[in-house]
């Protein structure tokens, strides 16, 4: 079959990787430039490391990846108030843990793809038709091109599934915060393989320093701090961040600093997303754009190429029935990630805690961290993958 692909982020590239093993056509169709590298640091682990195996690239995510120690909390002025060792994750995970920037995973993937996908960059669907035996995609650019299926892989705010389902807003779920994160070189402060964080009611900074001297910068904030919609361009996006971190102490004025030098910097709502079915005829939604389940589970990207192996694999099986392979796709999935983005949310009060008492709270929470069966009882439920990857054989 030919399949059109809206977006070439983690899930797009992913579900290109086994539709091309299984011997169809995937076209990616993204709207940035080209392929952005850096971005905000993820955790990797779980069934979305299993995947990664069997794809083979586990070796370069590796080699990509950074093996951080600690996750420092400290006070205003930089002392360490809490924190725990990051030998709880490798212990809940037996050691099948890496950390490593968004861009440059979804790099590792695309390099697998990319010298068989037909790939469009600065392109995206202005139009979707569905004639029951296949779709008509319409490119901004491209005019228009017959496809058997159209799979949305293009993030939170998808755009096919505004297109097929409608405004992202009834799918949208804030979870109360807002993050933004740029990469910037020569930072002042550098402490190798230490996450390190630094929190006032209802806002949080954090650092983490990377290869060639290069620091990523995290802030979140509680979403009461704007009053303004979200911003698109960067001058505003600088401007708010000015205003709400400017007073907050620690390195906050040397972070705001840097990012005046920044050229790139991401800002989004920290959102949930909830669709209540994921495909509609001959269109189907993949990773975020199906069920983000938010920064707070520290594992979307495992999740959304988890989805991406599991709909090749049902569409393998299915044997040209893509009707049965929507369904078994979502039948498999779809509790898996509801459990997910439940314990997610539990996690929400302790990125960005709203008074004094919660920071208080979460700085004791993680003495308890050393302790194995409390950090169990404490993180568990959202470490474990309750999910048996299926074999298909690819
Ligand atoms: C601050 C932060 C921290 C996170 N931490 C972690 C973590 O620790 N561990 C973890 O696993 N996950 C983490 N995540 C979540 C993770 O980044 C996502 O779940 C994952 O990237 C989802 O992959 P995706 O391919 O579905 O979407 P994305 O990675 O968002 O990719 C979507 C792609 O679609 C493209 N696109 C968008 N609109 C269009 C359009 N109209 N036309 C064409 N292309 C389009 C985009 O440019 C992008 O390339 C974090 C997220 C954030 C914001």
């Not at 701090?225 to 906050?252: C, Q, S, Y």
């Not at 997303?273 to 975020?288: C, E, F, N, T």
């Not at 039948?331 to 805690?353: D, T, V």
Request: a negative charge.
């Amino acid at each position: 079959m030919k399949i059109a692909i809206s977006g070439a982020g983690v899930a797009g590239p992913s579900l290109a990787h086994w539709l091309l093993k299984t011997g169809h056509e995937p076209t990616l169709i993204e709207e940035a430039p080209g392929f952005r590298a850096g971005g905000y640091v993820i955790d990797f682990w779980g069934v979305g490391y299993d995947v990664a195996e069997k794809m083979g690239i586990l070796p370069e995510v590796m080699a990509r990846g950074y093996q951080v120690q600690e996750v420092r909390l400290v006070k205003e002025s930089g002392a360490k108030a809490a924190g725990f060792s990051a030998d709880v994750f490798r212990r809940m995970t037996h050691d099948r843990f890496t950390s490593l920037p968004r861009g440059e995973l979804a790099e590792v993937i695309f390099n697998s793809v990319k010298d068989k996908t037909e790939t469009l960059f600065s392109e995206t669907i202005t139009a979707i038709e569905d004639h029951g035996d296949g779709v008509s995609v319409t490119l901004q650019k491209g005019g228009t091109r017959e496809f058997d299926l159209v799979v949305g892989a293009d993030g939170l705010h998808s755009n096919v599934r505004r297109l097929v389902w409608g405004e992202q807003s009834q799918f949208e779920k804030p979870v109360g915060f807002h993050v933004a994160a740029f990469e910037c070189p020569g930072y002042p402060h550098r402490d190798e393989d230490v996450y390190v964080s630094f929190a006032k009611p209802g806002l949080s900074i954090s650092r983490f320093a990377m290869r060639d001297d290069r620091t990523l910068v995290l802030f979140i904030f509680e979403n009461e701090r704007m009053a303004t919609p979200l911003p698109h361009d960067v001058a505003a996006k600088k401007a708010i961040l000015h205003d709400i971190f400017g007073n907050m102490g620690w390195e906050a004025r040397e972070m705001l600093d840097a990012m005046d030098d920044s050229a790139e910097v991401y800002f989004d709502r920290v959102s949930q997303a909830v669709v209540p079915q994921w495909s509609k005829g001959r269109a189907v939604l993949l990773g975020d754009a199906a069920a983000c389940p938010s920064l707070l589970a520290g594992e979307g990207t495992g999740l959304a190429m988890t989805e991406a192996y599991v709909l090749a694999g049902e569409l393998k099986q299915s044997g040209g029935d893509v009707a049965k392979a929507f369904s078994n796709y979502e039948a498999r999935l779809r509790p898996f990630l509801e459990e997910k983005q439940k314990s997610a949310l539990a996690f929400a009060s302790s990125f960005a805690p709203r008074t004094e008492f919660g920071i208080w709270l979460r700085n004791m929470a993680t003495h308890l961290m050393v302790i194995p069966p409390l950090a169990d009882l404490l993180m568990g439920s959202s470490v474990k993958d309750d999910f048996d990857l299926p074999d298909y054989g690819m």
